[in-house]
């Protein structure tokens, strides 16, 4: 069953029912400000920080779901009739009630038409500015003059998330709410003495408003049936202490085929007169037509900078809209606020951020580098890092050091990665010498934090000479104490390790990549030695020297991981490497994805960690967990294996299941962390979109590895691997500010791949730096 | 406007409007299984820790309020007609819908009629066994056969109260429902491997079940028209992962006035068979009569060791029955789970478990004494104590010390008053001699104990010799770092001297006595030299040397506590005791109780700390703060002043507010942490009902200082302090096993009492020790 479609022309994702399997979610603001928003327009809002700076509230895991929200109710005077624009909270029945919900890049419009009125709401978070705007037309469709009392309603937060949901003897005696200067002044003093303050106001002429939840609502009542609605008229409340929310009345008089607009707007006080300011800037004319351009201008800049056209429509859909659309989210709000995730994780994860790198560094470098310079602040002069970070507070060169318990064998490897792929997408070499701190003493270069990096890794080998596996690895739910070791994140170093090689050349340290070679290889035969299963990699050996993922094994005889990495990491020799993809194929595949590993685990085994206590066919425990199958589509890649690279990518591409979304769930044009394997009752049900790192791999494993468009520090290379029903492919990708305009067709007859750049052929598949300005036609043609 | 009554007969509180202005709540169970009960069957339940064991789920601070619950649905299948026995969640419309609630001690009892059906459900929790039953009894009024569903229903929670609120990308893949041996099964394990259990079963014949909350509510529904009510039937729903709860559907065909019985139990599984067990026992006649029969009477005991009869019902009602409740609560749960308290903060507070103490010890000293022992093994070889403790988990010996930063300046002097009264209760002078560990190391007698207390407080005096104030006082709020000192503190250790003397004196350590008695003197004089104001004592000293409570102030000149306790202490000479006391009576009373201080702060004032950040007249800024306020009635009883001790006494009792329900919003029953103050536009509001120290200390002033009733070592001190109106009083006291049948009356003529003890007249005020198993007469004359 489906629920909506994809309007690629407008970049949006259009709802045609409201009664979505689960509450499909916007993200809204790209900065400081952040608005999520749903299809029935609940959700929440937070300034900088999902956990300190909550300004509306949201009940998670809700029964009813998806409440609060951004609710504006109407009413009509005649008969005491009314509804909310959004399908929810009032919920007329939909026989009646039409409904529409446009989800944009960084808006989202809902309208309605409910007797003869016709009201759309446009939500948006203007560019660079701590507040959203509710800019509502109403439009009077019928043959009668028609007199309407409109209600905005939302429910203020009071800040400090984990507060509100928790300590009420405490917080619910914090808040002043009042009405002054035509505004709902807000405001919240903790017990240190530092003050947060927002505002609610509208453009309209303010005939009622109401400050407290309570008066509102109305005893024993919901968002459903506010008293103050049923009633027609707010009761002006304010109060210090208790539950503040936000609700201005405004009266509106509308003749037959008569249309008026309100613009309500709503944000956080930074500086006095703040909220005034922001009212008189929409009450002007077109402000919101002009914000919102603003918005679909760096929207164009963002996605402009790699576009694709390959005939397959889901993935193009996928590819150049909403994929991109995740990757900057992720960016932006790394794991810390959806409707999953609640908020109490703030700040950054620190492996999680230096993938989510990977997704953007095309489009935004100079955000890229301003966040690596952040990470490269939390690592230690020892070379682990703090798995998680919170650049707004965190202290550098402070002496703090993380627990023994609290350093994960992976977080400082993907420095190396996330290193690389910024140098080679902006050439910026000076990077590499950039002096910054460690978080606990000292400081260095960039370069030398890379090569920190792996000595950490060097300094915590297990017995069999891998990589102690510590609290966890990748994989959170893997934690080997004591002498277990991770084949997986031998891989990684090994992988970081070629990265770092290629950065050293880059950055003329000759020695040292020569050095690093011989260390690669070394750790490479060890892998090899130790970790071969015959069929396929280990996925690790646990303390008491126990293997996990061998054939041996009762439960959890393969893991995808190894495999795919050890393709990726160059560690598989060519037999090697068919032979474990194979088996990937065979043990591990199903029709909605990759398993991260089989048989699932049925008893807990201490010396393994917490996977083995999932259910069977959730999470890490058999999921398919989305973020390891595009690294099974890379690896095929690599191994020229173009159509089962794409099945792989196209088995978890949500766009392709828009008509199964009754089944799956969550937004078709999202990522989710994993979909429900086999064993689960629910297979196929995908759980906790959004904030996943398989949003940044998927687009590197499409971008570079399937149109195979892959920056390196002296060119681009173009390195298509795509399968037989594309027939024509267009690129268009900037890349150091020059603009290459790439066509990939088969032609019959040839036995190995052209490349031609405006016209002349060239030797390699590395396109080099064309001037900046420029715009380069590039041919590839394949054999058929 | 009122919405019930006192039934002192059957010791209930009978709510016969549902729609109360705040879900009116009570607690069942009294040891390991607490299940929190509305007026509206709303609430949660928890085994042994509302933290880690909370096994229904309650949305706390909700929109709709007091949401999910213990329901239970009944549905005509004739027109599928349905409504709850609770009038939440379906809320029928009261016209129709005839509705009652008797809260009782230790059950809650809910009754209804609606269309022609009678039904009651008692919700209980069974002494000594870690499960709830829910007892239905449905009766047909009407004269039609009448074809019935039932359906229960309740939301679990998944076990980890912190998880269950934050962290849903982990925790919704956790669970396990099915139903199986006739009972919903509900299974979760944790990333460490412990397993958690509970089962739902009904001793009816389960028609049909569903145990996914999704399943049994609907999308876009909530608990007040579940899908599956509203169709008639379950879904036999199972699941692994998401969220788990337990409905079971029973059905009935009722003959004109035939009724017919069903016990829905839940509960945890500690050994297999734990659900199955119960199921067979609640299926036996009488089980229910049998059990609710022994909770009668536990509480029957636990009441009697103290009653009384003064004439004024309101008072006799707080005291004999609710108030010693309350008391019995706040010892069992301390200030970790009400509907406030969300359970994040598990275990005891070290202070507020010490006074939580005084409540009981009359009732069940041997259970003091055990707690005794848990508090006094989490206090440190230094002497200071942690703030707060987890007895399920804690270790003692293991080197553990709290961070200076968390070291309040009372903690450990509220030890000397809880052993203190603990040994005048019992004469157990062996206590003092027990051995037991400190928390960091080492070990001692409880004698020596009390010894580090003192000498923690005297290693951290000030520049002017009192008490540094540390991380606070008994005043959470008033954080006074650096060098800044407590007046209070300094006193509390005055009157934690006081009683260690005596202790001492008692334990036959003559020498400590005299040396203990040199020091209190020397820092009652210190205080009064430093503290005293003129009219009354200062509250503090701040770091930087600034007054706080000083009529020199612009704001918070004058606070309660040190008045009270300069009096408590015996620190305040007669002369500066009246005055001080005086003073609370003009600055400090109002009608709803006396406040913490004033005037109210407005501005944020660090060095005194988090005090001055709330709204004037919330919490500790000038709220009436109710525990402070039994300790002005005890310091007027001291001064001998009846009249005003009776008139604070009764200015914060809930029962006398019974009318004034809808003002006053919380439980006419039970005491409230406090009242709101002139300052706040909602004077005279009560918050934060439950879990307060208010509970024992107005049972202390009541029974030990208006009543006069006072134990001690030797004997039973009688020297009532009672108001005129209070003509003939008559309490009954147990006391070291003899009961003490007390008549005060007023006798013309007298210039000073008389006591007489079984007719024969004693020289003072204390009646000896008599035998264990006498009954003896007291009668104490006073001059009118």
Redesign the interface.
Known sequence: MQFGFFDDKNREYVITRP?T?APWINYLGASDYCAIISNNAGGYSFSQSPKSGRILRF??????????GRYIYIRDRKDGDYWSVSW?PV?KPLREFKTECRHGLGYTKISSFYRGIGAQVTYFVPEKKRCEVWALEIENKSDKRRELDIFSYA?FCLWNS?LD??????I???A?TCFRGGLIDYRL?????SLKKAFFGSTGKTEGFDSV?ESF?G?????KNPVAVEKGYCLSS????G?PCGSLQVRMTLEPGESKRVNFVMGEVNSPGDGSRAIRYFKKKNSVEKELEKISKLWSKKLSAMQCSTGIKAFDTMFNIWNQYQCHTTFSWS?SASY???G?RDGLGYRDSLQDILGVVHSIPERVRARLVELLKAQTSKGCAFHHIQPLTMKTGGGSFPDRGAIYSDDHLWLGIAVGAYVKETGDRKFLFQNIPYIDKGAASVYSHLLKSVDFSLNNLGPRGLCLGLAADWND?INLYGKGQSVWSSMLLVRSLDEIIQLAGYAGKKADAMKLKKLKRKISDRINRVAWDGKWYLRAYVDSGRKVGSSSCREGKIFVNPQSWAVMSGVAEPGKARLCLASVSRYLNTKFGIRLLAPAYAK?D?EI??I????????ENAGIFCHANPWVVIAECIMKNPERAFKYCYNILPGAYNSDSDKRKAEPYVYS?FT?GKE???FGQT??PWLTGTAAWCFIASAAYILGVRPDFDGLVVDPCIPLKMKKVNVKRYFRGALYDIHVERRKGLTSSRTLLNGSELKGIKIPLQKKGSKNKVFVFLPS
Do not use: H, W
Request: charged share 30%; with cysteine; net charge positive.
């Open positions: 009664d399997p009940r998670f895991n809700n029964i009813p779901e998806d409440r609060p929810q919920a429910e984990e949901m928790k300590d009420y003897q405490y619910l005696y914090t002043k003093q903790f017990g240190d003495g939840r609502v005893q024993y009542r919901s968002e304010s109060q210090e202490g539950n794991r999953i995730e609640a109490g739910c807990y201490r960690g917490s083995t206590s999932f259910p069977k066919g959730l999470k962390q429900t689960n009752g629910n759980k906790n």
